[in-house]
């Protein structure tokens, strides 16, 4: 894992500045190195995108068969046939507690953790695999998780458990739904809105004021060795300003240093199709700028009340549409999933290195149930991008006749692609091992 903590160390501190001190003889001063597996600087990091919607899909029109660019697709996923070489279409996981309670709300609030849920309206899931993975990599990125959304979150009680459940699938603790951003202009503002990024001020500047403060406490000879010090931070950090004014920087560095588009509009978007684009283009420049390297991005919630007047589906709202296999079911299918491929294209087109960031992302793409009939048994699950070479896209892996199909399973398999190895999470004590 990348994040590593400092036992016993004395530090200088600034505003976003933290700098570990050398050794003196008049002040303990005891360092950490970092552990095996953290990730080299020269290579871009992977990143995680959970896309959601509720409800499932057509109960006919949700497959694929085939490898590589000879795999074929059913209908729902014909947004996605450019992608097919980078996609990994998984059947047959399910989630045991979701076959728990009651419909919607159980088989919504542990998507993405495997725990048992809590009923009577009391609130208890269990900690999400993105939520876990920014407690591990948060402190890499200015924001350590984005969770978005384009339906409002539902309060209410459905069939003894709270449609909370229903309306989150981020849990930043097991009583804790990840706060929900469903405003375009206020997701922007939480990545950009600081005038000055950390990268722009000096990191000596920044600590000048502690360094002042030690000064008085150590000996004479340590003071001339600190003096030695923050000359030598001093003068590497006008040869890395030189060297980048000159482009001879080496590494990798993200491919954007501030928004490539204005600012979003106040408020919600009346036109759904444009909210989802512009939550789309904020998990791109989010992922592109390095400001954070996890985001959730709920387009609907579970037993959703959406309307489709874009798509010419205005007489019925999604949960009522999901329960028969209508054209119009599947138009709003279709719609949904060229949500996911707008945002897939945006990130093959960024270039990192050998590799564009959709090659060095793991894209999931799920739904609660397979199909709007609550069938929960075998969960709809596609990845897309390459975890930065680790998976191998072009694949359907089916686990429907295997025992062990757990959808947690897949979590431990998608964290060990970003170096965090746990023994069990959910469910699961194992990932799987073909992906």
């Not at 920044?206 to 000359?231: F, G, M, P």
């Not at 699950?381 to 694949?395: D, F, Q, S, T, Y």
Request: charged share 25%.
């Amino acid at each position: 894992m990348s994040n590593y903590r400092f036992s016993r160390r004395t530090f200088l501190r600034g505003v976003g500045v933290t700098m570990a001190l050398p050794w003196m003889e008049s002040l303990n001063v005891w360092g950490d190195t970092p552990p095996a597996g953290v990730k080299p600087a020269s290579e871009a990091p992977v990143r995680l995108g959970v896309l959601f919607s509720g409800n499932g899909f057509h109960s006919t029109e949700w497959w694929a068969k085939g490898d590589g660019n000879q795999m074929e697709l059913g209908k729902v996923l014909a947004p996605l046939h450019d992608f097919r070489e980078k996609m990994v279409f998984v059947s047959g996981l399910y989630n045991e507690e979701a076959q728990k309670g009651n419909i919607h709300s159980s088989q919504t609030g542990n998507l993405l953790s495997g725990a048992p849920l809590a009923s009577g309206g009391e609130i208890r899931s269990g900690t999400s695999i993105d939520q876990l993975l920014a407690q591990r990599y948060g402190h890499s990125t200015k924001v350590s998780s984005l969770v978005l959304g384009c339906e409002k979150s539902n309060p209410a009680v459905h069939k003894n458990y709270s449609m909370l459940y229903s309306s989150h699938i981020s849990w930043t603790s097991p009583t804790t739904p990840t706060p929900l951003e469903i405003y375009p202009a206020l997701a922007f503002d939480r990545l950009f809105k600081d005038e000055v990024s950390k990268g722009d001020r000096s990191v000596l500047d920044a600590v000048l004021t502690d360094a002042k403060d030690l000064r008085r406490q150590i000996s004479a000879n340590d003071q001339h060795k600190l003096d030695e010090y923050l000359e030598s931070v001093r003068d590497v950090e006008q040869r890395i300003d030189n060297a980048g004014k000159k482009g001879e920087l080496q590494g990798w560095r993200p491919t954007l240093e501030k928004p490539n588009i204005p600012r979003p509009a106040d408020g919600i978007p009346q036109d759904i199709a444009e909210h989802m684009r512009l939550m789309g283009d904020i998990l791109v420049l989010g992922f592109q700028t390095d400001t954070t390297r996890i985001t959730t991005l709920k387009l609907n919630n579970d037993h959703s009340s959406l309307r489709f007047p874009n798509l010419g589906v205005d007489y019925m709202i999604h949960h009522l549409l999901s329960h028969n296999d209508t054209p119009d079911w599947l138009k709003v299918n279709q719609f949904f999933l060229e949500q996911v491929a707008y945002i897939a294209r945006k990130l093959d087109a960024i270039r990192e290195g050998g590799r564009t960031l959709l090659d060095n992302t793991m894209l999931l793409y799920c739904s609660s149930m397979l199909t709007g009939n609550h069938d929960a048994t075998k969960l709809p699950v596609l990845v897309l991008g390459g975890a930065g070479g680790r998976i191998k896209g072009g694949r359907v892996l089916d686990y429907k006749e295997k025992p062990e199909r757990q959808m947690c399973r897949l979590y431990l398999s998608m964290m060990d692609k970003m170096n965090v190895r746990l023994p069990k999470f959910g469910d699961a004590t194992k990932g799987l091992e073909e992906f």
